[in-house]
C-alpha cells in the first residue's frame, strides 16, 4: 500500500508458449510512475506471447509529466477474460488504454490528462464502464462496428473533446449492434454504413438506445442498407428518442 516503482524502461508482460498465459496482478495502492519511453505492454501480435494485467486501486503515471508515458498497452493475444483495469487512475500518457486486438475490461477508473483516454483499433471492443474521463484531449476512440453494448455509465467534464469518436466502418454482421446511452454523445467522424453483405436472409442491425444524442462531422454520413436497392444487402436502424445533429455549425 502506497508504494511508489519507479519503471525505467518496457515492461512486456507475454508467455513464450500458447499453453501458457503470464499474468500481472497489481492492487493495494500502489503507484507506478514510468520514464518517456518506457510502456506496460500486454500479450503480442504472437500466438505464443499470451499475457494479462489485472490492476486494482492502482495509480499508472509518468515520472514527468511534461514529458509522458506510451501508456497500458493491450496487444493482440491478451488475455481479454483475464485483463481488467478496475478502480485505478491511468494519466499523463499517449494513451491512457491503447486497445490492439484486444478487449480488456475499462471500469471504475480516472483516465485523465492523457493524449487518448482509450484508444481502439478496428478489432478491439474493450468494456468501457462505470470510468471518469478528464483532461484528455480525446477520451474515447472507437470504430462504429466494435460499439456493442459496451460503452456506458462514463462521465466526461473538461476534455478537448467531451465525447465518444466513433471512426466510420460497415456494420456488417447478421446481429443487432447496441450504442448504450451514455453521459456524452457519439460523434460519427466517418461513413457508417449498415448493411449485411450479399445474403438475404441475414441482416445488420444498428439499435441506438433511447435518449442518445448521435452528431455527424460535415463529411459523415449513415447509411442503412445498399443504395441500389438489392435485398441481399439488408440493414436497418432501430431508434426512438434520439437526437441526430451536427458536430458543429458547418452542418
Avoid at 502506497?2 to 513464450?16: A, E, R, T
Avoid at 471500469?107 to 474521463?133: A, E, L, V
Avoid at 478537448?160 to 456494420?171: A, F, H, P
Avoid at 441500389?228 to 431508434?239: E, F, I, P, R, V
Wanted: glycine share 10%; with cysteine.
Amino acid at each position: 500500500s502506497g508504494v511508489l516503482v519507479h519503471i525505467l524502461s518496457d515492461i512486456n508482460v507475454k508467455s513464450s508458449s500458447s499453453s501458457a498465459l503470464s499474468t500481472l496482478i497489481i492492487e493495494g495502492g500502489a503507484q507506478f510512475a514510468f520514464d518517456d519511453d518506457a510502456g506496460l505492454r500486454i500479450g503480442s501480435d504472437n500466438t505464443l506471447y499470451r499475457g494479462a494485467l489485472n490492476a486494482s486501486n492502482v495509480t499508472f503515471t509518468a515520472q514527468d509529466t511534461s514529458a509522458g508515458w506510451p501508456g497500458l498497452l493491450f496487444y493482440n493475444y491478451s488475455d481479454d477474460a483475464s485483463s481488467v483495469v478496475n478502480s485505478c487512475t491511468v494519466e499523463y500518457a499517449t494513451h491512457g488504454v491503447y486497445c490492439e486486438s484486444a478487449n480488456p475490461t475499462i471500469t471504475n477508473s480516472t483516465i485523465r490528462n492523457n493524449t487518448d483516454g482509450i484508444y481502439c483499433d478496428g478489432t478491439s471492443q474493450p468494456t468501457i464502464t462505470g470510468n471518469t474521463f478528464t483532461g484528455n484531449t480525446r477520451p474515447v476512440s472507437i470504430y462504429a462496428h466494435r460499439i456493442r453494448n459496451n460503452i456506458s455509465g462514463n462521465s466526461y467534464t473538461g476534455n478537448t473533446k467531451d465525447y465518444i469518436e466513433v471512426q466510420g466502418t460497415i456494420l456488417d454482421e447478421n446481429m443487432t449492434y447496441v450504442w448504450s446511452k451514455d453521459n456524452a454523445p457519439y460523434v460519427v467522424v466517418g461513413d457508417i454504413t449498415v448493411q449485411y453483405n450479399n445474403n438475404s436472409s441475414y441482416l445488420s442491425v444498428l439499435q441506438i438506445a433511447s435518449g442518445t444524442t448521435v452528431k455527424f462531422t460535415s463529411s459523415a454520413d449513415l447509411f442503412i442498407g445498399h443504395e441500389s436497392g438489392s435485398n441481399n444487402y439488408k440493414g436497418a436502424l432501430t431508434a426512438t428518442g434520439d437526437t441526430f445533429t451536427s458536430l458543429d455549425s458547418t452542418g
